[in-house]
């Protein structure tokens, strides 16, 4: 068996499989991409055995815990455990300080005869080493920002480079008004833990730039780190240049096509067409005030007849008109207006998507 570990590197760059058995609300505000929640405790019990660690100290709360956790749900919690472990024989267990709540499992475990070792220090050192090295790398890591207006298709160049980190995949949000994805997006703390752990893994690359889409403070609700955001605006920068129907393409893509084949594998097929459509109608009112009342009212109804039209006969064609307005007239102004206010780095190069993804692994390497 493994020993218990501090290596908090290590477990993050092997993508180590970890049983977490924090309660269930632990779980839910921030955890670690690779983790399992399989929980000691429920939220009940352990709101339970707190109150009483502070009345009555920590031996009534242990004798406390061995009452709830006891019997029928011992067993399948134990059984649960197990399952995990005979899945993931290299993985570890931790609680949110490494204390009785990991040893108290480790323990149970062990008389069962099963040896699962466990994180020292728990969720609270790993998150705490996590946000420390994603300061250290955003001090120090190289960064290059692929930049390009709307429907540059600057995600499908950032997947196809192994030197990159896709904020907007992390953010599971397409980084737009229109940009929200079925499922909903990682917690913040999530999100953060998820970039800390992609800059750990460029770090461990060896030297050279680290590739980035040029994003504002947010995508969706995911809120991009301060420094991050003064890296963005000074780093060099790739610009991709597409003609405006090439990025109507594109935009019909990520918009429409790749979103219903999306909402269909998690919504199912019968649901899927109409919850994009609500979710579309909803993306064009949140930019109401934006675009003006008269531009709104034309952009809407335009797709409104678009989402009719493919309502009845299954094609997304129709959305190019409201889609090419929306970049010409919304998008690419304010692209812009960003480039001559919050964007200083110098520009390494200007091409086409082809040409960018061909200079940017000639400089720092591909998949």
Not at 99 to 112: D, I, N, P, V, Y
Not at 235 to 245: D, G, K, Q, S, Y
Not at 271 to 283: G, H, K, N, P, V
Request: charged share 30%; with cysteine; net charge positive.
């Amino acid at each position: 068996m493994a020993d218990d570990t501090r290596d908090f590197s290590a477990l993050f760059l092997n993508d180590t499989p970890l049983m977490d058995v924090r309660a269930p609300v632990e779980f839910a505000k921030g955890a670690f991409p690779t983790a399992t929640n399989l929980p000691l405790l429920d939220d009940d019990q352990r709101r339970r055995i707190g109150i009483r660690y502070k009345e009555a100290g920590q031996e009534a709360a242990i004798d406390l815990g061995n009452q709830l956790v006891s019997g029928a749900l011992k067993r399948r919690r134990l059984d649960a455990w197990r399952q995990w472990r005979e899945a993931h024989p290299d993985g570890y267990l931790y609680c949110f300080r490494g204390g009785l709540r990991s040893r108290t499992t480790q323990a149970w475990l062990a008389k069962e005869g099963l040896s699962v070792p466990l994180v020292i220090g728990g969720y609270k050192a790993m998150r705490r080493f996590l946000l420390d090295n994603l300061d250290r790398q955003l001090a120090r890591l190289p960064l290059w920002v692929l930049a390009g207006p709307t429907g540059s298709g600057k995600t499908r160049v950032i997947e196809r480079l192994g030197r990159a980190v896709d904020l907007e995949g992390l953010a599971h949000h397409r980084g737009s008004a229109f940009g929200r994805r079925p499922g909903g997006q990682p917690t913040q703390i999530d999100f953060e833990n998820a970039l800390g752990i992609a800059l750990l893994k460029q770090a461990d690359l060896g030297p050279g730039p680290v590739v980035m889409e040029d994003e504002s403070k947010l995508i969706g609700r995911c809120f991009l780190p301060p420094r991050l955001q003064a890296r963005l605006r000074q780093a060099p920068r790739v610009v991709i240049e597409e003609p405006l129907e090439e990025r109507v393409r594109v935009t019909l893509d990520d918009y429409v096509r790749a979103p219903l084949r999306e909402y269909a594998a998690h919504y199912g097929a019968d649901q899927a067409f109409e919850r994009l459509a609500t979710d579309l109608q909803a993306a064009m009112d949140r930019i109401r005030r934006r675009l003006g009342g008269a531009r709104h009212q034309q952009l809407r109804q335009a797709l409104d007849q678009a989402l009719a039209h493919q309502r009845r006969h299954g094609d997304g064609d129709a959305h190019r008109g409201w889609i090419r307005e929306l970049l010409a007239g919304y998008y690419d102004p304010l692209y812009q207006y960003t480039l001559r206010t919050h964007r200083q780095g110098e520009i390494l190069f200007r091409g086409d998507r082809q040409a960018a993804l061909a200079f940017l692994r000639a400089n720092i390497g591909s998949e």
